[in-house]
């Protein structure tokens, strides 16, 4: 009846995996993209930005290794060189990415797709017919309409400036932003982080978010709170003047990461009756839309909008839909990080969450001076944080700031995912000397 038995509209993550599995399943698979290769993550997200931070970082090991006997007394920096050498790896990543799909047996349709009925959709003039239609079309920057906005920049921009700019202001509190203030402040430019509220990274537990917040400060990022952009324009120098409700802030690059919003315009999807909530899909536990042919998942549904997220999706969508249905998708205790300098992770509860949800609770903290930079010179300091339920003494979240924190709060997903005990921590022997061990050596609550 149909030309596909599963058609995927969008090469993301989500979609990539959903296709290269339900083709291995011995079903016809088609994959429909109309950019690049591997979304949002490979191009303009999670690869270019951690390439980026890299960079970064390599400043602060070149300045660090002095204490330690080195001397780069002529070092400079090329943003030329990192732009090429980013582009030219996300290239291969996009090509393996094609042929990943096309060893799998998936058709690779180029193009953009737009519903013709809850079975059909059209590309390039023609149209496909599949039994089920998965939606992973991912996000896209939210930029606010006002006078002027054309004069900022996002941060798929960012990724591709001709030149690297002396000043940045960047505009927005969330992670996108926080990281993208230090990219830039580590490779040399001056940086304004402007937001509406009084908060960075407000959905993340605030003892560590104060304490990530006073280290960047204390790296020169210039944080100003309370601030409605009304705004922008360019002066005679060609820099963006961002016009507030209390000031007038210029730069060279004037970069909005104020959020993201579900990719969903001009798919046709109102004209197939599938529901939408403030931009994003409306699916039930199957990933399924209240059209039954038509799916969604991945940033698109805007439960979760990280990558390994959508990876998990599309193996649950796999197993609810092509398998035996035993799987649910948990969105409890999803580790993250933010990729800023000094780095920031956390999985579980931050100690406002445990609060609100009515958990007794003891805390356990420290922070230190990473030995690293007892002879480097840096004043960069290191936090840890452990969140303990006072009846069960099971570990509900875990915290930290510092090198490798990203690295380190992955091992401790799964000790928080498997409903570890900080007795359990206090038996297990450190690694020492290093950071980590401290999650493991803490026996004073504060």
Same mark, same amino acid.
């Given at each position: 009846?149909?030309?596909?038995?599963?058609?995927?509209?969008? %090469?993301?993550?989500?979609?990539?995996?959903?296709?290269?599995?339900?083709?291995?399943?011995?079903?016809?698979?088609?994959?429909?993209?109309?950019?690049?290769?591997?979304?949002?993550?490979?191009?303009?997200?999670?690869?270019?930005?951690?390439?980026?931070?890299?960079? !970064?970082?390599?400043?602060?090991? #070149?300045?660090? *290794?002095?204490?330690? !006997?080195?001397?780069?007394? =002529?070092?400079?920096?090329?943003?030329?060189?990192?732009?090429? =050498?980013?582009?030219?790896?996300?290239?291969?990543?996009?090509?393996?990415?094609?042929?990943?799909?096309?060893?799998?047996?998936?058709?690779?349709?180029?193009?953009?797709?737009?519903?013709?009925?809850?079975?059909?959709?059209?590309?390039?003039?023609?149209?496909?017919?599949?039994?089920?239609?998965? +939606?992973?079309?991912?996000?896209? /920057?939210?930029?606010?309409?006002?006078?002027?906005?054309?004069?900022?920049? $996002? /941060?798929?921009?960012?990724?591709?400036?001709?030149?690297?700019?002396?000043?940045?202001?960047?505009?927005?509190?969330?992670?996108? *932003?926080?990281?993208?203030?230090?990219?830039?402040?580590?490779?040399?430019?001056?940086?304004?982080?402007?937001?509406?509220?009084?908060?960075?990274? @407000?959905?993340?537990?605030?003892?560590?978010?104060?304490?990530?917040?006073?280290?960047?400060?204390?790296?020169?990022?210039?944080?100003?709170?309370? $601030?409605?952009?009304?705004?922008?324009?360019?002066?005679?120098?060609?820099?963006?003047?961002?016009?507030?409700?209390?000031?007038?802030?210029?730069?060279?690059?004037?970069?909005? %990461?104020?959020?993201?919003?579900?990719?969903?315009?001009?798919?046709?999807?109102?004209?197939?009756?599938?529901?939408?909530?403030? !931009?994003?899909?409306?699916?039930?536990?199957?990933?399924? &839309?209240?059209?039954?042919?038509?799916?969604?998942?991945?940033?698109? +549904?805007?439960?979760?909008?990280?990558?390994?997220?959508?990876?998990?999706?599309?193996?649950?969508?796999?197993?609810?839909?092509?398998?035996?249905?035993? @799987?649910?998708?948990?969105?409890?205790?999803?580790?993250?990080?933010?990729?800023?300098?000094?780095?920031?992770?956390?999985?579980?509860?931050?100690?406002?969450?445990?609060?609100?949800?009515?958990?007794?609770?003891? +805390?356990?903290?420290?922070?230190?001076?990473?030995?690293?930079?007892?002879? /480097?010179?840096?004043?960069?300091? /290191?936090?840890?944080?452990?969140?303990?339920?006072? =009846?069960?003494?099971?570990? #509900?979240?875990?915290?930290?700031?510092?090198?490798?924190?990203?690295?380190?709060?992955?091992?401790?997903?799964?000790?928080? @995912? %498997?409903?570890?005990?900080?007795?359990?921590?206090? =038996?297990?022997?450190? +690694?020492?000397?290093?950071?980590?061990?401290?999650?493991? $050596?803490?026996? &004073?609550?504060?």
């Amino acid at each position: 009846m149909y030309d596909y038995d599963l058609l995927v509209i969008g %090469a993301g993550s989500g979609g990539v995996r959903a296709s290269r599995m339900s083709a291995g399943l011995g079903l016809k698979v088609a994959i429909v993209e109309d950019n690049m290769m591997g979304g949002t993550c490979v191009n303009v997200g999670c690869v270019p930005k951690k390439l980026f931070t890299y960079a !970064g970082d390599f400043a602060h090991s #070149l300045q660090d *290794a002095k204490g330690y !006997g080195w001397n780069y007394e =002529n070092r400079s920096f090329d943003w030329k060189i990192l732009r090429y =050498n980013k582009d030219k790896e996300i290239k291969r990543l996009n090509g393996i990415y094609e042929n990943m799909l096309k060893n799998a047996g998936v058709d690779v349709i180029n193009g953009y797709a737009t519903f013709v009925d809850k079975n059909t959709v059209c590309i390039n003039d023609k149209n496909y017919t599949a039994e089920r239609i998965l +939606i992973t079309v991912g996000s896209t /920057s939210s930029l606010p309409n006002i006078t002027g906005i054309e004069h900022a920049k $996002t /941060s798929f921009d960012a990724f591709y400036l001709d030149d690297f700019p002396n000043e940045v202001i960047i505009v927005g509190g969330g992670y996108i *932003a926080v990281e993208f203030a230090s990219i830039f402040n580590n490779l040399g430019a001056k940086i304004k982080l402007l937001l509406r509220g009084n908060r960075i990274l @407000k959905e993340f537990d605030d003892e560590t978010v104060d304490f990530v917040c006073n280290q960047m400060q204390e790296l020169g990022i210039e944080i100003i709170y309370n $601030t409605n952009i009304k705004k922008l324009s360019k002066d005679n120098n060609n820099k963006t003047i961002c016009h507030t409700n209390n000031n007038d802030f210029s730069a060279e690059l004037v970069m909005y %990461a104020t959020g993201r919003k579900p990719y969903t315009d001009n798919l046709g999807l109102q004209e197939v009756g599938v529901k939408i909530k403030d !931009g994003a899909i409306i699916v039930n536990n199957d990933f399924q &839309t209240n059209v039954p042919s038509i799916y969604a998942l991945g940033d698109v +549904i805007n439960r979760m909008q990280l990558t390994p997220v959508a990876l998990s999706e599309a193996m649950v969508f796999l197993n609810r839909v092509y398998g035996d249905k035993t @799987k649910k998708m948990d969105y409890t205790n999803i580790p993250t990080a933010i990729f800023c300098y000094p780095n920031m992770a956390t999985v579980g509860l931050s100690q406002e969450q445990a609060t609100e949800q009515g958990y007794k609770f003891d +805390i356990y903290k420290t922070d230190f001076k990473p030995m690293k930079n007892t002879i /480097s010179g840096s004043n960069c300091r /290191s936090f840890v944080k452990l969140i303990v339920d006072k =009846n069960t003494q099971k570990v #509900l979240g875990v915290h930290m700031i510092g090198d490798d924190a990203s690295e380190i709060i992955q091992g401790m997903a799964i000790a928080v @995912k %498997a409903g570890l005990k900080k007795s359990d921590f206090d =038996n297990t022997i450190g +690694i020492h000397p290093t950071s980590a061990e401290e999650f493991v $050596t803490m026996r &004073t609550t504060s």
